[in-house]
Structure formats: C-alpha cells, structure tokens
C-alpha cells in the first residue's frame, strides 16, 4: 500500500527561523516519484518540486532544499530564513506504480510564519 | 501561459440539491483529475481522464457523483443529491500525460458546503 505520513500538523515560526517538514513515505514499488506542494490561503496547490526514487541527491533552490534518503523513506523539506510569505499548508504525495500512479497525499503541514 | 481554470470559486446549497462544477485544464493537457479535499486533510483522487476516457474512478461515490469530459478539454463534475459530509474543497488538476513523473497543476479550487 501507498501511503504518505506528515507527523507534524503545524508549525509555527519567527521570521529569518530555518524550519524543516518532514515526510515519511510507504511503498513496495522500486520505482516512484515524491513531490511537494504548497497551498497558501488562497487554496491552489502550488508545485514545489518533484523526485524520482533513483535519484538522492539533494537539491537547494534559493531559500529552498530537499533531503531525499530512501535509506528511511523520507523526503524533507527545508525552507532557510523564513518570510511571511511562506505560510501556507505544506503537502508531500507519492506516486507509485502500485498505487495506480495515483497521487496519493500527506494530511498536510500547516506552517505560519510570524513577522 | 494560463493555469487551471475552475468555477465558480464558492458554493452553498442546501442538502439534496445538485451542483456542478467546471475545470479547463492546462492547454495541451491530456490528463485530467477532480481531487475532493476535506478540511484538514490532503486531497483525495476522484476520477481521472486521459482525454475523454475514464482511467481510474474507483473513489468516485458514483450513486451522486458523476464527471465527464465529453471533447477531452474541459470538464464537469456534478453532485446529485448532495449531503452534508459532501462539504469539500473540489480540486482540477491536469497533466501533459499519465504516469509517475509526470507532474500535476491544480486549479484554484471551488468551495462547497453544503447546509
């Protein structure tokens, strides 16, 4: 089975704070695909970055970077110097062969940052 | 390039009316999916089309939800009749394909509840 565990449900930082949001994912398949999305309060599910299981090595964007280590079958994601404007729910999902390559989601990670 | 494009953004009805909502995906796009997101969750696959035809609907509660996407663009989600617990975020996505890498754009979104 498929499936995505987001343990923290929320979050809240002080401005410039680094904060890290952990993923733990589940799945037989050999093959698979890891992302992360935002959704401010707007609603939209915004793309963040996405992951293939054959490639760990890690990756920074700006403010921005993600450990991938399928040694513990995580997918964290770090955001440096926190803004006001990255408070939002944070999601990680899986897709999977095995999961009918559907996208299967975490409950999502509610992040504020406070100025 | 526009994004996903969903209507209307809220609704209220009262229980056992219908509704129906609009996505005009991502242009290009063959793939399309209505997620229902409960509050306080991550969203969860309805159904998806590959052009015109259903790939996987097996989380649709097809005794009052019915989707279609007759030209293989745009596409309709309709609720009838609907219940209290049908209360939701439903969300559009679309993707260039099917398959684990590819990567999902959602929409904006439309907010139901149902009284």
């Known amino acids: 089975a498929q499936k995505v565990t987001q343990a923290q449900t929320e979050i809240s930082v002080v401005e410039k704070e680094d904060v890290t949001l952990d993923c733990v994912y589940e799945t037989r398949d050999t093959t698979y695909y890891l992302f992360w999305y935002k959704q401010p309060p707007s609603g939209e599910l915004v793309f963040l970055i996405r992951r293939n299981s054959f490639d760990e090595q890690n990756e920074i964007s700006g403010r921005y970077s993600w450990n991938f280590q399928k040694s513990t079958s995580s997918f964290n994601f770090t955001i440096t110097a926190s803004q006001v404007v990255d408070s939002a729910v944070y999601f990680c999902a899986l897709k999977s062969q095995g999961g009918s390559e559907k996208l299967v989601f975490g409950k999502g990670m509610k992040l504020t940052v406070n100025p | 390039e526009a994004g996903v494009a969903q209507s209307p953004r809220y609704k209220i009805i009262e229980k056992r009316q219908s509704v129906a909502f609009w996505c005009n995906p991502i242009s290009g796009h063959a793939t399309l999916y209505w997620y229902q997101q409960i509050l306080g969750q991550g969203p969860k696959l309805l159904i998806q089309?590959?052009?015109?035809?259903?790939?996987?609907d097996s989380q649709l509660p097809k005794d009052r939800f019915s989707a279609e996407r007759l030209k293989g663009v745009d596409s309709t989600l309709k609720i009838q009749p609907a219940k209290l617990e049908d209360s939701a975020v439903y969300l559009c996505?679309?993707?260039?394909?099917?398959?684990?890498?590819?990567?999902?754009?959602f929409g904006p979104g439309t907010r139901l509840l149902v009284l």
């Open positions: 996505a679309s993707s260039l394909a099917t398959g684990r890498k590819e990567t999902q754009y």
């Open positions: 089309f590959q052009n015109n035809g259903v790939v996987d």
